[in-house]
């Protein structure tokens, strides 16, 4: 499952607001999360979801992924979301505050329950968790797991710190310990680790930075608030063309291996084992969804 999308970026947009819906489409973002939650006020959330169905009509997305992010269950907002938005051109929904699993199973039968009376295939409509408190982080293997429609995972570094009453160092050191947790949850279930906004969004040096650590700690991708920000990071969220030539050296000396009936490879002295194999395949997967979202952008 956790190769199967393109989601290095994933912007917010402001649902109501479509002079930014206009903008949005213009930018080279994998995802757009169409924002009916936190950044719409409430007189606009029924704009905000009249907005996305004349949005996702446009000839000109690119391939983008569509995941408005909706209210969550204890809104009164999350059945009209629902339901006015499992259309087409919508690939899934962000759901915030997912504290446990239970409030992904309840979503996910909600999901099922609209495509079955619309006539969608179940499962139609993926989710994408936003992990925004400490108790979510504990739980975060029990939210991948909760539904199979359960692609990717986000960190909310700035609710997430507001629940924890800690601060948001400049080093982030706050904010680590639940960033590895959500890295290595989501991976250990097959599903896309997003790490958090980078809330500094002028300064490009800091997002360098983070976006270092960040690729190293395993994330897949990042959410993005300003487009400034795409550039950077679908650079280091990106195999390097050393990376993919190393991938494709990796795989012709593993497939003559086992041509020969070796079990391991073997290059300048040094064993090429299954672990070896399989990074290689994940890098050669991703640059592959890659060119195929470059090429529906010719």
Known sequence: MDNAYLMRSLMFVPAHNQKLLDSAVRRDADVLLLDIEDSVPYPEKQRSRDNIKEFVKRSDLNGKLLFPRVNDRESGELLKDAYQLTIEGISGFMYPKSTKGEDIYFFGKLLETIEYEKGFPIGTFKIIPLIETAGAVINIKEICMACNRVIAVAFGCEDYVTDLRGKHDPAGESIMTARNLISIGARSCGVLPIDTVH?????????????????????????VLNPKELPLVHQYYSPTEEEVNWAEEMLALAEEAEKEGKGVALKEGKFIGPPMVKMARNIIQKQRLIEQRKSVNL
């Not at 809330?199 to 959410?223: A, T």
């Open 199 to 223: 809330i500094k969004v002028h300064d490009l040096e800091d997002l360098e930075k983070n976006l270092i650590l960040s690729r190293n700690l395993g994330f897949e991708g990042m959410l």
